[in-house]
């Protein structure tokens, strides 16, 4: 697939991998988890932006990628990535911890080039290591700016930061909307393409309490979806990460996890013909 050709289908794709969690382990039960709730019968399948998922040929389910060992996970998550891009899917990818995105960042610049980030998230992730593991889920867009993996890293919600994170901010040259400066349309324009990274936890836990870092203060889900829906680049891809089923109350996450899935792919569906 050439830099030039476009995204014919979007495709949810399962990453159940959470070797790298620097907490609490769980959020490689996600993906199943958040399948069954978007076949439960409690959501139908149409999506704010008036897009119907249901028998819509251009909305795929691209099955899970399972690592066969976790020193593997980079390749292996790449590859499949890679795989799925040069037949002209797009990708929702659901974690997994946030470690994933990595590779799946490594993936889309193989095809694309000039990608933007849009990252969610209560945290950072930028730290240079993190107990030992520079690829823990503390660290993934710390090794994504390393490589160059896009042009513009945009973080939004973020409300917790400390010297070394400050630093590596700077050196990175990322843009941070902290929580404590967010309000509603501060999401800055994009030129060219989107690729969206949503952490759960940028969600407060009052919405969202299925995960393991609870971090209070966050983005209401009416402000997330928001967010979603005046993205106004061509939306290329996405993961949704860090939910964690074995956190959760009454599958209250897992309900907003899958209305996000809807939404999210809503909008990547909407922006086919653009891209």
């Known amino acids: 697939m050439s830099m030039d050709n476009k995204i014919k289908n979007v495709g949810l794709l399962g990453l159940p991998f959470d070797h790298n969690s620097s907490f609490a382990r769980g959020p490689g039960q996600a993906p199943k988890v958040i399948r069954d709730c978007l076949t439960s019968g409690s959501l139908n399948t149409g999506t704010e932006n008036g897009i119907e998922l249901k028998n819509n040929a251009n909305w795929l389910d691209c099955g899970d990628v399972k690592s066969q060992a976790p020193e593997h996970f980079v390749g292996d998550i790449q590859r499949a990535c890679s795989s799925f891009l040069e037949k002209g899917t797009g990708l929702l990818s659901l974690g997994g911890d946030h470690s994933v995105?990595?590779?799946?960042?490594?993936?889309?610049?193989?095809?694309?080039?000039?990608?933007?980030i849009l990252h969610i998230d209560a945290h950072s992730d930028l730290y240079d290591s993190f107990k030992g593991n520079k690829l823990s889920n503390a660290c993934p867009f710390a090794r994504i700016m390393e490589e160059s993996l896009c042009t513009r890293l945009v973080q939004v919600g973020i409300r917790t930061l400390n010297a070394h994170q400050r630093q590596q901010a700077e050196k990175f040259n990322v843009e941070m909307i902290q929580m404590k400066d967010w309000h509603q349309g501060l999401i800055p324009h994009f030129s060219g393409p989107v690729y969206l990274s949503l952490d759960i936890d940028g969600i407060d836990p009052a919405f969202a309490p299925g995960v393991s870092h609870r971090e209070p203060g966050g983005l209401s889900s009416r402000e997330v979806i928001n967010i979603i829906h005046q993205i106004q680049s061509p939306l290329i891809g996405a993961d949704i990460v860090e939910f964690n089923p074995l956190k959760d109350i009454d599958n209250i996450t897992a309900q907003l996890a899958a209305k996000?899935?809807?939404?999210?792919?809503?909008?990547?569906?909407?922006?086919?013909?653009?891209?």
């Open 101 to 116: 995105t990595y590779p799946i960042l490594r993936a889309y610049s193989e095809h694309f080039k000039g990608i933007n």
């Open 260 to 275: 996000l899935v809807k939404e999210v792919a809503g909008k990547m569906l909407m922006d086919l013909s653009s891209i």
